[in-house]
């Protein structure tokens, strides 16, 4: 209420919020309910100097959550309304205030996968539900912040406060099925994609424009692009090279080095029809990619084609049909079709597939799928 026009949270964060609280946190019960207002009325006894000198010395004022939970843990009835709670959401507190997490260095990077092991190794006891409650109170805490500025709802969560919070939030959440290094790192490539202004490298490049073509539109299917890619490195790097090269070519260098671009056409199709063959799978997909670069290398472009159209349904139909009846995906002869539409800058390749004539196991695919 007390937060500018321009500034405030908008309709659609408001209802994030809302279904985040009653679908995941579940504040749908008196208990939780009165067990998440006791933790935030207590959470910042540790802060005061005196509470911590005479229950629990030896603490500093940076590490007052470690101390509250000391308190709590040998001198209960100092804290009433704690100790009246159920013994369920009693452990639930003490260990939400042992883990020490500092989320505002966690949206930083300032700290390491090892914070978010430990808030799994501690949380893992009270399940989903429990992680909820500590992520719960992470944001009521942050929602809080200008409190002694405004009584009038939260001043501090507005839209801007909000994005930058909802990554990190959301992060968290990922504890519940995925493990600390990998959550961390998963939050790490979503909050530097959005400040990234160029790519990392050549590689990083051919990588994402794969992970496109691929349709890849989660952490396991862009997982399998990536490991296929990695491999496809790791078994021969001059080939990695020049398919790296082909994918980044956008044409701006014709000139001076006669790079072209390259459109792939039913390049989706082809990856995709190679992901549900097993006989196939994205690696060979990758060595085809490969070998179609190669074939469109031999053609003769003239000095006014910037673009090279490359048709490759005749693959993307062999990446479904290939196998052991048909014959081995890699044993397919290339060759490349002219197309007499070719005109002005654009120059039009259309490949052609000759399918293996009888059934061998071919020694390529076999040490690309070792």
């Keep these: 209420r007390n937060q500018e026009q321009d500034e405030q949270l908008s309709k659609q964060s408001w209802a994030w919020i809302q279904d985040w609280i009653s679908t995941i946190v579940k504040l749908s019960t008196s208990e939780v309910v009165d067990a998440i207002l006791v933790f ?61 997490f500092q989320f505002s260095q966690f949206l930083q990077a300032e700290n390491t996968p090892l914070a978010l092991k430990v808030i799994q190794d501690r949380m893992r006891r009270h399940g989903d539900d429990g992680l909820a409650f500590f992520c719960f109170r992470i944001f009521a805490q942050t929602c809080g912040k200008l409190g002694s500025k405004s009584l009038k709802g939260s001043e501090f969560m507005n839209e801007a406060q909000f994005m930058r919070f909802k990554p990190g939030l959301e992060a968290l959440l990922e504890l519940r099925t995925r493990d600390a290094v990998e959550t961390y790192n998963n939050f790490l490539l979503l909050r530097g994609s959005k400040a990234m202004s160029r790519f990392a490298s050549p590689e990083h490049q051919a990588l994402s424009r794969l992970l496109t073509l691929s349709e890849a539109y989660d952490h396991e299917a862009g997982n399998e692009v990536c490991e296929a890619f990695d491999k496809f490195k790791a078994k021969d790097l001059s080939k990695f090279n020049s398919l790296t090269k082909w994918l980044n070519a956008d044409g701006s260098k014709k000139d001076t080095t006669g790079e072209r671009a390259y459109v792939l056409c039913d390049a989706p ?7 549900c063959n097993p006989e196939v799978g994205y690696l ?52 490349v079709r002219g197309d007499a539409h070719s ?19 071919d020694s390529l695919q076999g040490e690309l799928e070792a």
């Design 40 to 100: 935030m009325a207590i959470h910042a006894l540790g802060k005061i100097k005196e509470f911590r000198s005479e229950f629990v010395n030896g603490f500093s004022a940076s590490m007052h959550d470690i101390a509250l939970a000391r308190v709590l843990e040998s001198k209960p009835q100092v804290v009433p309304s704690y100790k009246r709670l159920t013994q369920k959401y009693q452990d639930l507190i003490k260990d939400s205030l042992s883990v020490d």
């Design 343 to 361: 005109q002005g800058d654009t120059k039009i390749m259309t490949l052609e597939v000759e399918r293996p004539r009888t059934v061998g196991v």
């Design 269 to 275: 199709l082809l990856l995709q029809n190679a992901r």
């Design 284 to 335: 060979c997909a990758l060595h085809m990619l490969y070998l179609v670069q190669q074939k469109c290398a031999e053609e003769p472009l003239e000095h006014e084609h910037v673009r090279v159209v490359v048709n490759l349904r005749s693959v993307a139909e062999w990446a479904k049909d290939a196998g052991l009846r048909r014959g081995n995906f890699l044993q397919a002869e290339l060759s």
